[in-house]
């Protein structure tokens, strides 16, 4: 998933970045553009001329964009060659001097707000692995079905007396802990469509099946995604690849099978990020990725089943 974003992402996010991104190394903390996600959010009208500039230097183009000192300062710019001015030129070693003036850093209204993790420090600025500046959005489609045994009745929790819940759980490839399907929303992407095409891809396997195999595994999907669902959890997500500049947002949603019967006509494949795929009874003893147990719990919660052996602990909640 790191790595659809960091594709996808690229292009839009690189170049709006470099046109409005600068920051001070002293502050201790990069101030960052508000317009971070694409350059028609941000309002940039690229001309042609323009756009030639950033594939190779055209004579007298991007000149005063190099000249030193910066306005109002003192401070060099690295020097940047005219035939390593655009874009789609490679230059590893390409490191540009980092500045903002104090004036901005003050906060005036005209300015930016400095954008930061609203949950607090992290111990890392930049990106990561995250493809945006403040908040990456994702998607987490919870699938569950109640357990049953062989002749099709409910399975209850010899204890709690609760039906057991399970859901759809995937073990990913980057660190292998298991998690729940999810995945990023692509720029433009509803969220219903982020969490039908995440859990296809990921639990089902559909990139790799035949065109005639997508289209009846989308006839299914659609039998399960177009029923009525729980949204478990719109916000924040402490997630492993946050950062102060970058973090993780996330919309969980339960989609759930009360007969089994659409989840029955669907085999489980590990694809995409997934390393495997399989059915797990949902309780306290589950150890999942990033917050994906506290979203499992709640769940359980709305759902009305098994969670733990201990009853006071099933009465209360996050």
Same mark, same amino acid.
């Given at each position: ?29 990069r ?25 190779g230097?055209?004579?007298?183009s %991007? ?9 109002g ?17 490679e *230059? ?11 004036s901005?850093?003050?906060g ?19 990106? @990561?692995?995250? @493809?945006? *500046? ?61 969490l ?10 559909? &990139? ?20 009525? %669902?729980?949204v ?13 500049n ?21 085999? &489980? ?9 399989? *059915?797990v009874?949902?309780?306290?003893k ?19 089943? %098994? ?8 009465? %209360?909640?996050?």
């Amino acid at each position: 998933m790191a790595g659809r974003i960091l594709g996808k992402t690229l292009a839009t996010v690189s170049l709006s970045v470099a046109l409005a991104y600068v920051t001070v190394k002293s502050s201790g903390f990069r101030s960052l553009p508000e317009c971070r996600n694409s350059l028609s959010s941000c309002g940039f009208h690229l001309n042609s001329k323009i756009m030639s500039a950033s594939n190779g230097a055209k004579e007298n183009s %991007h000149n005063k964009a190099r000249t030193s000192p910066y306005p109002g300062s003192k401070v060099q710019r690295s020097q940047v060659p005219n035939e390593k001015v655009g874009w789609l030129v490679e *230059w590893q070693d390409y490191n540009p001097v980092e500045y903002t003036a104090l004036s901005v850093l003050a906060g005036p209204r005209w300015a930016d707000p400095q954008i930061r993790n609203p949950a607090g420090r992290t111990g890392l600025v930049g990106r @990561g692995l995250l @493809g945006r *500046w403040g908040p990456n959005h994702a998607a987490d489609p919870i699938i569950t079905r109640w357990k049953r045994d062989k002749t099709g009745n409910k399975i209850t929790h010899p204890i709690s007396g609760k039906n057991i819940l399970q859901f759809v759980a995937i073990k990913r490839k980057d660190c292998g802990e298991w998690a729940i399907p999810g995945g990023m929303v692509d720029p433009g992407e509803k969220i219903s469509a982020t969490l039908k095409r995440e859990f296809g891809e990921e639990a089902l396997n559909s &990139l790799q099946k035949s065109s005639a195999e997508k289209r009846k595994l989308e006839e299914q999907l659609h039998k399960l995604f177009s029923q009525e %669902h729980l949204v478990i959890y719109k916000g924040y997500v402490d997630d492993p690849r946050n950062t102060d500049n970058a973090w993780m947002e996330t919309e969980a949603v339960n989609y759930h099978d009360e007969t089994g019967e659409i989840m029955d006509n669907l085999t &489980l494949e590990a694809g995409d990020d997934a390393g495997k795929v399989k *059915w797990v009874d949902i309780s306290d003893k589950l150890k999942l990725y990033a917050s994906h147990s506290q979203f499992i719990k709640l769940v359980a919660e709305k759902r009305d089943a %098994h969670w733990s052996e201990d009853s006071e602990a099933d009465c %209360h909640g996050l």
